[in-house]
């Protein structure tokens, strides 16, 4: 059993399995670094207080985590190893589960640390850089008081050379969270920053949105309605194996049904993810840089 001396839980979701990038890219090294993203954002939140990290990984990369990750944390730290696998699913869905071939998700990665946390934690994905100071403005909100949060990034600081980008946008009020509304291809058009709403129209952003890229902070009261609301998916899309249960559609429907209070704290540095391996060099580069600057 887990330990529950731990003031701030930190969880890893890092059970994808990477798809478009091709490959397990939460193990993927960072050029010139000699670590992962994911090792970047764990020393960030140890520094900030964090004392127990549970990593939510799928059992095609354990033992590279085991062997070659782990041994490069800190010492203090409680690691918890949790294998997201596609039969964790009620009884009455084993049927289902046996016809899916990918995770079903990261509503789901994250009920897999249930057991483990007993006290607040800061949920972050493996595969995106969040800075260090986001996780102390959310490992001082926990001091402060027991209410969900989250640190959202400007959306202007997240967009791609590539092209258009998909994001979460933050609607803000009194400083809490009121909703995120997912916009398609967001992208400067004419010196207009732009996005498809979820109707499909093309519509302006506001140059100081806040982009949600999956930095929350949580209270073991969460779980409880992950369990139902993995449920009630599991019931809905009994004929569909390829939907995903998407941790922040739950949140909104908490906020919608029970007024849930949210906290938004704005980032102060840059976020950066990798989605295509083209991506990863110029990524390092700016991690380097970062780190060494």
């Known amino acids: 059993m887990a330990s529950t001396k731990h003031a701030l839980s930190l969880v890893v979701l890092a059970g994808g399995l990477g798809s478009r990038f091709g490959g397990n890219k939460q193990i993927v090294e960072i050029a010139g670094l000699g670590c992962t993203i994911m090792e970047l954002s764990i020393h960030d939140a140890y520094a ?5 990290v549970v990593l939510v ?3 095609a990369v354990r033992a ?43 509503g789901h990665a994250l009920l897999c640390a249930k057991q483990y946390i007993h006290n607040p934690a800061i949920v972050i994905t493996a595969d995106d850089y969040y800075g260090a100071t986001s996780f102390k403005l959310l490992s001082e909100h926990f001091k402060q008081q027991q209410s969900w949060a989250m640190v959202g990034y400007p959306i202007v600081n997240t967009l791609s050379a590539e092209g258009g980008v998909n994001r979460g946008v933050c609607q803000v009020q009194n ?41 929350w902070g949580i209270t073991p009261a969460l779980f409880a309605s992950l369990e139902h609301g993995f449920h009630e998916f599991l019931q809905k899309h009994d004929n569909d194996v390829i939907k995903e249960y998407y941790l922040p559609d739950q949140i909104q429907k908490l906020i919608l049904t029970r007024s849930k209070k949210i906290s938004v704290y704005i980032a102060q540095e840059p976020w950066y993810g990798v989605t295509y391996k083209s991506e990863l060099q110029e990524v390092a580069g700016k991690l380097y840089e970062l780190r060494h600057g």
């Not at 800190?74 to 039969?87: A, K, M, Y």
């Open 48 to 52: 900030a207080g964090v004392t127990q």
């Open 57 to 59: 990984i799928n059992q």
């Open 64 to 106: 590279e985590i085991e062997n070659t990750i782990l041994p490069r944390l800190p010492q203090q730290l409680e690691v918890v190893l949790v294998e997201q696998h596609i039969d964790l699913v009620p009884k009455q869905f084993a049927g289902l589960a046996k016809l899916r071939t990918k995770p079903w998700g990261t």
């Open 175 to 215: 400083g809490s969270l009121q909703g995120v509304v997912e916009y398609l291809n967001i992208k400067y058009e004419q010196g207009i920053l732009k996005g498809e709403n979820p109707e499909g129209c093309p519509e302006e952003i506001m140059e100081d949105a806040l982009g949600s890229m999956s930095f």
